[in-house]
């Protein structure tokens, strides 16, 4: 893509009303433009980096044998009542009527849709357990949006839920969900804590957040530091090896500031491993047994024959938050740096231009070309602006690796960098090289 070409309306001035480095830096680079309170449209940078979020988590999901669909954004109000939700919701969720006075609903979550649907279509055990997940649009009419994406009405999230025979069961689908949560982070380059939680309005008895340290994080959180040095590497997707990790983690202190006891996070933490700080819900994983099951009388028949209510679990990832909450983590002192594995481009060319001398352009068309070939996704920034408005430019919209081609190029090695390492002077193969590891 030539930058030219690109829409991507960068403003030169702070935007006033955004007071957090993500809003700040996605409403200046174009990333995103607000439709309404909370409500945004999501622009080609923005979009293309939260598809390459979206298709981490569902790669992430599909390796535990999480099998994907999609449900609708409006739901019906019937089964909402049917859980007892309806009315205890609150004034977050958009209550509607179509034309024929049905009242309807813009989910704000999933867990009556997809139990209506199982209750529906499965009968027997043997066809436990399931774990069923869709990447969807939700809605909840926030009082006081702010933050841009990272608090915002409308909001782009995975949401899976298990259904299993037993409680024994269930705790496998659960950590499951736990280590494909840790999986998914790691490969977004971020470092989450998963901390026991308040289970909130899905109800339940057992819940985890998964927390990126960051001082712009709405979440207190009191933790053990310890806890960042557990490997996930070492963690398989099997039941010894699952279990061995829950163990692990769940051997540090690490709660929100509604599970925190002041007495017990002295006792359990020594002084310099104790961490209090603020971070970002990233993701969030319950389990509820059969809060939904008995009340939607959703069961299937034991091998005995008799009705069994199935055990359930949901677990969600923000992914539209995810953009912010990279910023959030990665954006520092006005550079930003993608991780390479959700960065809208691999590489940037940024040529001097003369115009005089249209030699370094030429050149990078060269280079250019010789990327696209290769599948790089490459973008050249062919506007005819001074190298230094480039380069500050560039510094916001954060592409990992740039190849400047300027009066340090010569004939056959040009300037490539990492961001925030040192320039090096290579042979377009070589840069190729390690573009494509």
Not at 3 to 18: M, N, R, Y
Not at 87 to 111: A, F, H, V, W
Not at 397 to 415: A, M, R
Request: charged share 30%; aromatic share 10%; glycine share 6%.
């Amino acid at each position: 893509m030539y930058l030219s070409k690109l829409f991507i309306p960068i403003t030169k001035d702070l935007p006033a009303e955004a007071k957090i480095k993500s809003h700040q830096l996605m409403l200046r680079i174009g990333m995103i433009k607000q439709s309404s309170a909370g409500i945004y449209s999501w622009l080609p940078l923005g979009f293309k980096v939260m598809k390459k979020i979206e298709k981490i988590v569902r790669e992430e999901q599909n390796i535990i044998g999480a099998q994907e669909m999609l449900m609708p954004t409006v739901q019906s109000a019937d089964i909402w009542r049917e859980s007892g939700r309806y009315d205890d919701y609150g004034e977050e969720m958009l209550r509607i009527s179509d034309r024929q006075k049905r009242e309807m609903l813009y989910g704000p979550t999933n867990e009556e849709q997809i139990t209506e649907i199982f209750r529906t279509s499965v009968k027997s055990y043997k066809l436990l357990p399931q774990i069923l997940y869709h990447i969807q649009w939700k809605f909840r009419d926030e009082l006081r949006p702010r933050f841009g994406v990272m608090r915002c009405r409308e909001f782009y999230m995975k949401d899976a839920y298990s259904f299993d025979l037993s409680d024994d069961d269930a705790a496998l689908s659960y950590n499951k969900m736990f280590f494909a949560y840790l999986k998914t982070f790691e490969r977004l380059g971020l470092k989450s804590i998963p901390m026991k939680a308040d289970t909130g309005p899905i109800g339940g008895d057992l819940s985890h957040e998964f927390i990126i340290l960051a001082e712009t994080g709405e979440s207190k959180i009191y933790t053990d530091k310890r806890i960042f040095d557990i490997p996930i590497k070492n963690y398989k997707n099997d039941y010894n090896s699952l279990n061995k990790m829950r163990d692990d983690f769940s051997k540090f202190y690490s709660v929100t500031d509604e599970k925190f006891n002041s007495d017990d996070f002295n006792k359990k933490v020594k002084k310099n491993d104790q961490l209090q700080t603020k971070g970002i819900e990233v993701g969030h994983i319950f389990y509820f047994g059969d809060k939904y099951s008995k009340p939607m009388n959703c069961a299937v028949d034991g091998k005995d024959g008799k009705k069994i209510f199935v055990k359930m679990g949901s677990y969600g990832i923000g992914v539209s938050r995810l953009v912010a909450a990279i910023i959030e983590a990665k954006f520092n002192n006005n550079k930003m740096k993608w991780p390479k594995a959700v960065s809208p481009f691999d590489v940037v060319i940024i040529p001097a231009i003369n115009k005089n001398d249209n030699s370094n352009l030429e050149k990078s068309r060269k280079i250019y070309n010789l990327l696209k070939e290769k599948d790089i996704d490459v973008l050249l920034d062919d506007v005819d602006e001074n190298i230094s408005n480039k380069f500050r430019k560039h510094d916001l919209l954060g592409i990992p690796y740039q190849i400047v081609v300027g009066s340090k190029s010569t004939k056959d090695q040009f300037e490539f960098k990492e961001v925030g390492e040192d320039a090096q002077s290579l042979e377009i193969n070589q840069i190729i090289n390690i573009l494509k590891k």
